[in-house]
């Protein structure tokens, strides 16, 4: 989970593809398109697991310019169909113990959760 900063306030989250590339919320970026400034930078935080503490040696700060940002093509900022966006970081992440993609189950595996604890993750309240 790599939450975003933009200007040092933090919001939204996404989720680590691999050392280049981020998957986050299509309404998340999608005000970054029509911008005035394009180099105002949407800085992704990737290591940290507490936001509150600047000494967190393993937090990493990488700049994504929207220019890099692909949005679902179709999607609508009304109904929030298609809520998907990819952003292309400039300089690849460092991959740690603490810093890796997010994993997606098997696909054969049994996908029932059916009466069973499940953990979800995010940032701030609703995350």
């Known amino acids: 989970m790599s939450p975003f900063v933009s200007p040092y306030?933090?919001?939204?989250?996404?989720?680590?593809?691999?050392?280049?590339?981020i998957l986050t919320a299509a309404h998340c970026v999608d005000g970054y398109r029509s911008l005035s400034f394009p180099w105002d930078p949407l800085i992704v935080v990737?290591?940290?697991?507490?936001?509150?503490?600047?000494?967190?040696?393993t937090r990493q700060y990488r700049a994504?310019?929207?220019?890099?940002?692909?949005i679902h093509p179709e999607y609508n900022t009304l109904t929030h169909n298609f809520d998907v966006a990819l952003l292309e970081l400039r300089t690849p992440l460092?991959?740690?113990?603490?810093?890796?993609?997010?994993?997606?189950?098997?696909?054969?595996r049994n996908m029932t959760f059916e009466n069973e604890k499940v953990v979800a993750h995010g940032w701030g309240v609703t995350g």
């Open 64 to 70: 994504v310019y929207f220019f890099n940002m692909h």
């Open 94 to 108: 460092n991959m740690t113990k603490t810093v890796s993609p997010g994993c997606l189950p098997d696909l054969y």
């Open 9 to 21: 306030t933090f919001f939204c989250g996404g989720a680590i593809i691999n050392e280049k590339w």
């Open 46 to 57: 990737a290591g940290a697991h507490d936001l509150r503490k600047e000494e967190n040696s």
